[in-house]
C-alpha cells in the first residue's frame, strides 16, 4: 500500500499524530493507499526546517539556484513515464492527457523559472531634482506557503514552488488531499537534484487542518493559493489580521463567444477541447457556449455529433478521451446540477447521466453533457459547476453577447471567435476577465500575466509578475550631493 508522507527537511516522515487519509483510484472508486492526515505540529516542523534552510538559499547565486531548478526539471522529464501514470491514477485524467500535458508542464515550470530567475531586473531612478539615486532590491520573502488544488495537481503546484525557490524563498506546500500523490513523488526527485534540505517541505492533509495552519502560522509571510473561491475567501479572512502577502487563484465560469465570421472548424475542435478537457476539470474550461443566432442550429448539430465521438473510458486507455471525475463527492455534486435542468427551464440536449465503464464499474464516469439554457440567469450559467457541462444560449448582437459575457460573478478567462479585427479589440477591451483568448484556448506563454478579477482571484501568476510576488520590494535612496 502506497503512503503518502510528509517531505519535511528532505526526509519522508509519517504525520506526527500518525492519522491518515484513504487515497483513492477514482477511475475504480478503490482505496490504493493513505495519506499524511497532518496537523498544525507538522506544519511547524515543516516551517522551521524551512527557517533554517533560508538563511543559506536566501544567499545562494541565482546561478546556482537556477542550476537545481533546471535539474529537478530533467529528472520530472525523465519520470514522465512514472509521473503521468500516478496523475492519471490519482485523478482520473486520462494518460494521454497527463503525458502530454500536465507532466511536461511540470517540467517546464521548473525550466521556465530557472531561466526567468536569471532575467529578473529591478527599476532604477536618477535623480530629479536633487543628487540622488534610487534603487530597488528585490528580496525573497522568507518561509511561503502554497496551496494547491487536485484538477492538474502537479502542474498547478510546480507553477507556484518554481517561481517562490527560484526568487530564494522557503516552501512550506499543501498539495490537495484528493489528489496528492505525485507532488509526493516529487519530493525525493528535488532531494535528487540537489536542492538542499528544508527549502521546500510538503504536507499534506485536509485544509481545514494542515493547509488552515499554513495560513495562520504567524511567520509565514506570504500564501499563494489556488482553488474555490469560497476557500479563497475564507483563507483572505485568516490571513487579513496578520497582514500576508496574498495571491489568490480562484474559480470561473468562463464564456465561450462564437460569431458566425468565424474559421469554424477550428472553433469546432477548439470548442470541443475547451468544454471537455479534463473533464471539465479545469478553471479555464468555457462552460458557457453563446452562439450568434445565424449559426446556433448548425453550431448544435456539429458540436453534439462531435461529443458523440468522444470516448468515455478508464483513464489508463490510450485511446480514452473523458476518464473519471476525481471524487464521489465531486461526482454527486456535477449531477446534482444536471438535475435542476427542468427547474432552470433549461434541456438537455446530450448526455447528462453517469456511465458505468468496464473494468471500473464503481469509478466516477459521467458523459459529456451539454445543456441548451433559455437565460443566462439560472443557477447552471452563474455558479461553476466544474465538471463535462457546458450550457449554450444564442445571441443576436455584439453588444448582448458582451453583456452576456460579463453578467456572471466570475472574470476568469474568455474566448471570442470571430475575423473581425474590431470586434476581437473591442471585446478584448471590455470583457470583464482577466485572461482573453481570441480564435483559440489555453493558449499558455508563461511569461504572460495569469489570473482573473471579481470572484476570480486576486493578483498574478506568471513572467515577472510572480517573481515580484514572492519578493519584497526595497527601495533604496543614495544621496551624493
Ligand atoms: P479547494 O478550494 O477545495 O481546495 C484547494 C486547496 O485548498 C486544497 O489543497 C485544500 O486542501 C486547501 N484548503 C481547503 N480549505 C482550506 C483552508 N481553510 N485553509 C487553507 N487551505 C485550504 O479547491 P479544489 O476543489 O481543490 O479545486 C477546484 C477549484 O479550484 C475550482 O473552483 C477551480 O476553478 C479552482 N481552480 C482555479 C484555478 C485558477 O488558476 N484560477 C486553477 C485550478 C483550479
Known amino acids: 500500500m502506497i503512503a503518502v508522507k510528509n517531505y519535511i527537511n528532505g526526509a519522508y516522515q509519517k504525520p506526527d ?15 490504493y493507499g493513505k495519506i499524511s492526515n497532518s496537523s498544525s505540529e507538522d506544519v511547524e516542523r515543516a516551517y522551521q526546517a524551512g527557517k533554517q534552510a533560508f538563511k543559506t538559499w536566501s544567499k545562494t547565486s541565482v546561478e546556482k539556484r537556477s542550476e537545481i531548478l533546471s535539474k529537478i526539471a530533467d529528472l520530472i522529464e525523465a519520470n514522465i513515464d512514472k509521473l503521468a501514470e500516478a496523475e492519471s491514477m490519482d485523478n482520473g485524467k486520462p494518460i494521454r492527457l497527463a503525458k502530454t500535458v500536465d507532466i511536461p508542464r511540470a517540467a517546464h515550470n521548473f525550466r521556465f523559472f530557472s531561466h526567468a530567475i536569471t532575467q529578473f531586473f529591478s527599476e532604477s531612478h536618477d535623480q530629479i531634482s536633487q543628487k540622488s539615486i534610487n534603487f530597488t532590491l528585490r528580496q525573497p520573502i522568507g518561509v511561503v506557503g502554497c496551496i494547491s488544488p487536485w484538477n492538474l495537481p502537479l502542474y498547478l503546484l510546480t507553477w507556484k514552488i518554481a517561481p517562490a525557490l527560484a526568487a530564494g524563498n522557503c516552501v512550506v506546500a499543501k498539495p ?36 488552515q ?14 482553488g474555490g473561491t469560497q476557500t479563497g475567501a475564507h483563507i483572505a479572512k485568516a490571513a487579513a489580521p496578520l497582514f500576508k502577502k496574498l495571491s489568490l487563484e480562484l474559480g470561473g465560469k468562463n464564456p465561450n463567444i462564437i460569431f458566425a465570421d ?9 470548442t470541443v477541447k475547451s468544454s471537455f478537457t479534463n473533464q471539465g476539470q479545469i478553471c479555464l474550461c468555457g462552460s458557457r457556449i453563446f452562439v450568434e443566432k445565424s449559426l446556433y442550429n448548425q453550431f448544435k448539430c456539429d458540436f453534439i455529433e462531435k461529443i458523440k465521438q468522444l470516448k468515455v473510458g478508464l483513464p489508463s486507455e490510450e485511446s480514452t478521451d473523458i476518464g473519471a471525475l ?34 471500473g464499474e464503481d469509478g466516477y464516469y459521467m458523459q459529456p453533457t451539454v445543456i441548451e439554457v433559455s437565460s443566462n440567469d439560472c443557477i447552471l450559467n452563474q455558479e461553476e459547476i466544474f465538471g463535462p457541462v457546458v450550457t449554450i444560449m444564442p445571441f443576436e448582437t455584439d453588444k448582448e453577447a458582451l453583456a452576456l459575457a460579463n453578467a456572471v460573478p466570475y472574470g476568469l478567462s474568455a474566448s471570442i471567435w470571430t475575423n473581425n479585427l474590431k ?48 519578493t519584497e520590494a526595497k527601495n533604496v535612496c543614495i544621496n551624493y550631493e
Open 176 to 211: 490537495s488531499e484528493v489528489a496528492p500523490y505525485t507532488a509526493f513523488l516529487l519530493g525525493k526527485l528535488c532531494s535528487e537534484a540537489g536542492l538542499p534540505k528544508g527549502v521546500l517541505n510538503m504536507i499534506h492533509g485536509c485544509g481545514a487542518t494542515a493547509g
Open 326 to 359: 476525481v471524487s464521489k463527492p465531486h461526482l454527486d455534486k456535477v449531477l446534482g446540477y444536471i438535475e435542476k435542468t427542468a427547474q432552470e427551464r433549461a434541456t438537455i440536449l446530450y448526455g447528462g447521466n453517469r456511465v458505468f465503464v468496464r473494468g
Open 423 to 470: 470586434r476581437s479589440l473591442h471585446f478584448s477591451e471590455q470583457l470583464q476577465t482577466g485572461i482573453v483568448w481570441v480564435n483559440t484556448w489555453m493558449q499558455r506563454d508563461l511569461r504572460t500575466p495569469f489570473g482573473g478579477v471579481k470572484s476570480s482571484g486576486v493578483g498574478r501568476e506568471g513572467g515577472f509578475e510572480v517573481l515580484r510576488f514572492f
Open 262 to 270: 468565424c474559421d469554424y472548424e477550428n472553433m469546432l475542435q477548439t
Open 213 to 226: 495552519a499554513i495560513v495562520e502560522h504567524p511567520d509565514i509571510k506570504a500564501i499563494s493559493f489556488t
Open 17 to 31: 499524530r500518525d492519522l491518515w487519509l484513504d487515497a483513492i483510484d477514482p477511475s475504480t472508486g478503490k482505496v
